[in-house]
């Protein structure tokens, strides 16, 4: 899969195996493409059961109305933690309603109350203690919605801007044996903000007041002058919960 133009990589009826191990021509042809563009490659010649995962936090509107306006059953994966906030489980309710999205909530296996009667408040116990509760509460759960809904091509809103961490993220990825997509890997706030007006989507109820990057009540604070993006989760420890890390 040498040499492709893009016209031939967008249309042509490619075998998922015709794909290289190195993706690096396959990820420039796809830099060429919008979003929508994008998307319907994926869908068209990636393996496996699609899924979409989504926090529906402050811009997901944009990821979950790209994949639905094309395939509009595909899997909406939320982990609940069991710590969002209000305000998250009605966005979820909004959205899943207005979309008509497929929602498949995952919750862990372990209750607020046992993980606390045995571990404490593990949020408040630095860096490992963070580690550790992402991996109970988030990764978990993730591991298994993935493996229970058989999906072979993961499409995430990961943008590159988002923060550090992110600024490396390829449209295309291979993980183990798992396509990951990340159609808006290159957008920045403007191009959400132009989206979601052109297609009348809400940010997520808590932007107005500040919070742009929207997880758990205990480990979101709101956005402040000369605060990172990233600053704003985790007590600006880190940036990442571990889903798109370890998985």
Not at 61 to 81: F, G, M, W, Y
Not at 110 to 125: D, I, K, P, T
Request: aromatic share 10%.
């Amino acid at each position: 899969m040498s040499a492709l133009s893009v016209s031939s990589f967008a249309d042509a009826d490619t075998e998922t195996a015709a794909l290289p191990d190195d993706l690096a021509g396959p990820n420039a042809q796809l830099e060429t493409m919008d979003a929508g563009q994008r998307v319907d490659w994926a869908l068209r010649h990636l393996p496996g059961t699609h899924v979409l995962s989504s926090s529906f936090g402050a811009q997901s509107a944009v990821a979950l109305h790209l994949l639905t306006r094309q395939r509009a059953d595909i899997p909406v994966i939320l982990v609940d933690t069991g710590y969002l906030f209000p305000e998250t489980y009605r966005f979820v309710d909004e959205l899943s309603d207005r979309l008509g999205l497929n929602l498949k909530v995952y919750r862990p296996l372990v209750s607020r109350a046992w993980m606390e009667a045995r571990h404490g408040r593990l949020w408040e116990q630095g860096l490992v203690g963070i580690e550790q509760y992402n991996n109970l509460r988030k990764v978990e759960p993730m591991k298994r919605a993935l493996e229970e809904l058989h999906a072979g091509t993961w499409f995430t809103g990961l943008r590159r801007g988002q923060s550090a961490s992110r600024a490396g993220t390829p449209i295309l990825q291979k993980r183990g044996e798992r396509w990951k997509f990340n159609p808006i890997a290159d957008w920045n706030d403007r191009d959400v903000w132009k989206y979601l007006k052109q297609h009348e989507l809400p940010y997520h109820p808590l932007w107005e007041q500040g919070y742009v990057s929207i997880g758990d009540t205990h480990t979101t604070r709101r956005w402040e002058p000369g605060m990172r993006e990233e600053d704003t989760r985790f007590f600006g420890l880190k940036r990442e919960c571990g889903l798109h890390e370890e998985i």
